[in-house]
């Protein structure tokens, strides 16, 4: 009998809330890696360089939002590699109308002003999975640091699960909005990533036109309220993984 999606998850994947420096670093180093070596979405000049107590060197792609974001990273349980990152970008400690990346970049046409709703609002930001674990086998391509061949990293049981590490991600999302009391959130995604989130039921709302950014992408706004229903109803198994079967809900209640 296959296993569901929760258990199947689970059986090769951790998610690991970044909540210590040392997490953090891992974070941003791993940001480094796809956002710098793996795309060249950013500019390695443009990047930190920090020095570790022993001398040693790492590079971290890093922003303005950080230090007012939760991280998560999701770990290939087998080999202990950190696979795939996000961020929730959370209100500004006492400068609730303190803008969002979203707000800076793109031209919207339903932005949130309101200021007791903007208590309670996020941005789904740096959503990135690692091209060694986002590919099928034979595609990755030569990427420093980490092994060109997939299957260095993966038997042939595990690729089933290779697809939803999306979800992994976005469930990770859930429990930091939870944990924040984040009811909306903001995001600027792929249309390919909006796509497949709402092939799971997952509502992501356009409020503006397309911006183009490292490719053309749509800004989004989410609620706990439209998506979780509707997961439940299209996806039950997708429901299970981000909620936990009902376990992360009955927390925060």
């Known amino acids: 009998m296959q296993p569901d999606l929760l258990s199947a998850f689970n059986e090769h994947f951790e998610q690991v809330h970044a909540d210590t420096d040392a997490l953090r670093s891992q974070v941003f180093q791993l940001r480094y890696q796809i956002y710098v070596l793996e795309t060249g979405f950013e500019r390695a000049q443009d990047c930190a360089v920090r020095t570790d107590e022993n001398g040693q060197t790492t590079h971290w792609e890093v922003d303005e939002f950080d230090d007012r974001s939760d991280h998560y990273l999701l770990r290939h349980r087998r080999t202990g590699i950190y696979a795939a990152t996000t961020r ?13 990346p979203i707000e800076l970049h793109c031209k919207l046409d339903e932005r949130v002003d309101d200021v007791a709703l903007r208590a309670h609002l996020g941005e789904i930001s740096r959503f990135a999975v690692s091209k060694v674990f986002k590919r099928r086998l034979g595609e990755a391509g030569s990427v420093a640091g980490v092994a060109s061949e997939i299957g260095a990293y993966f038997a042939e049981h595990e690729r089933r699960v290779l697809p939803h590490i999306s979800l992994g991600l976005f469930a990770a999302i859930i429990r930091m909005a939870h944990s924040h009391t984040v009811s909306h959130c903001y995001a600027v995604m792929e249309p390919a990533l909006v796509r497949l989130l709402d092939r799971f039921g997952v509502v992501f709302r ?48």
């Open 88 to 100: 929730l970008v959370l209100p500004k400690r006492g400068q609730v109308d303190a803008p969002y």
């Open 206 to 253: 356009r409020i503006g036109p397309n911006v183009d950014y490292h490719g053309v992408r749509v800004p989004c706004i989410t609620t706990a309220d439209e998506s979780l229903p509707r997961i439940r109803q299209t996806a039950p198994q997708v429901w299970d993984l981000i909620t936990n079967r009902g376990e992360l809900l009955k927390n925060a209640a």
